[in-house]
């Protein structure tokens, strides 16, 4: 039986920032992607949900983003990719 999860956020135009990040990235790598995400957020008037994805509790969820550099933050909207930035860090 196939089963589907619903939207992240159904009937909306709000975008969702996915965050992968692996235990062994070192912490510089991880200050600076907390920075692009804090500076994401502060936008008056912008809907975006951040879902933070640990590699090594949800393999996957990075299989199926390709992802294979950490951090790598994807912003979607409405099921489409609009946006990725790769990290330097492979796993």
């Known amino acids: 039986m196939l089963h589907t999860n619903p939207p992240v956020c159904p ?8 965050v992968f990040h692996a235990p062994t990235v070192p912490n510089e790598a991880s200050h600076q992607q907390a920075q692009l995400i804090d500076r994401l957020q502060r936008p008056p008037g912008l809907a975006t949900r951040i879902i933070h994805i640990d ?15 950490f951090p790598t933050l994807i912003l979607v909207q409405r099921g489409v990719e609009l946006v ?5 860090y492979s796993a």
């Not at 990725?84 to 330097?88: F, K």
């Open 11 to 18: 009937n909306s135009d709000s975008a969702v920032l996915l």
């Open 55 to 69: 590699a090594s509790q949800h393999p996957a969820v990075v299989l199926s983003f390709g992802v294979t550099r």
């Open 84 to 88: 990725r930035h790769e990290g330097t």
